[in-house]
């Protein structure tokens, strides 16, 4: 009887354990990116048309997605109507479980022209393995 109700719950542990690995979060699901957005300088959401020599912040929300704590970088690549890279920049941090997070980096544009700002969320420069992905957004200037 005990050997019967071992087996039981050994086949039952392993399904168990089969089943989570079967709902766990992929490469691309550990953190969302959502609400990419230009804000000023308080805080407050602008529109996608900006002036030059006028300082905006690019920002996006971002969501844990794990039941860990996760490391982070975000990565902030604005590129002009031809394609060239005319900004770089980025923020690290850690988020909590489920945490979500608003980071935010400025930018200034130079000349008038029509941009793609491309916002990356990568585990690290040293492991650069995407956690999601990427989103992009226009400005005009």
């Known amino acids: ?35 990419p957005r230009l804000q000023n300088s308080s805080g407050a959401e602008i529109s996608d048309q900006v002036n030059v020599n006028q300082q905006v912040q690019i920002s996006a929300d971002i969501k844990n997605n794990q039941e860990k704590a996760q490391k982070f970088v975000y990565i902030v690549q604005v590129k002009d109507q031809y394609g060239a890279v005319v900004s770089l920049s980025w923020i690290g941090g850690s988020l909590n479980p489920k945490q ?3 980071p935010s980096l400025s930018w200034t544009p130079k000349v008038s022209g029509v941009y793609s700002t491309e916002i990356y969320v990568w585990e690290s420069f040293v492991q650069p393995d995407a956690l999601t992905q990427f989103v992009t957004m226009k400005i005009t200037s």
């Open 1 to 35: 009887m005990i050997r019967q109700s071992l087996g039981i719950l050994a086949i039952t542990l392993i399904f168990a354990v089969s089943v989570n690995q079967a709902f766990a979060v992929t490469q691309l699901e550990r953190v969302d990116i959502t609400n």
């Open 100 to 102: 979500t997070f608003s």
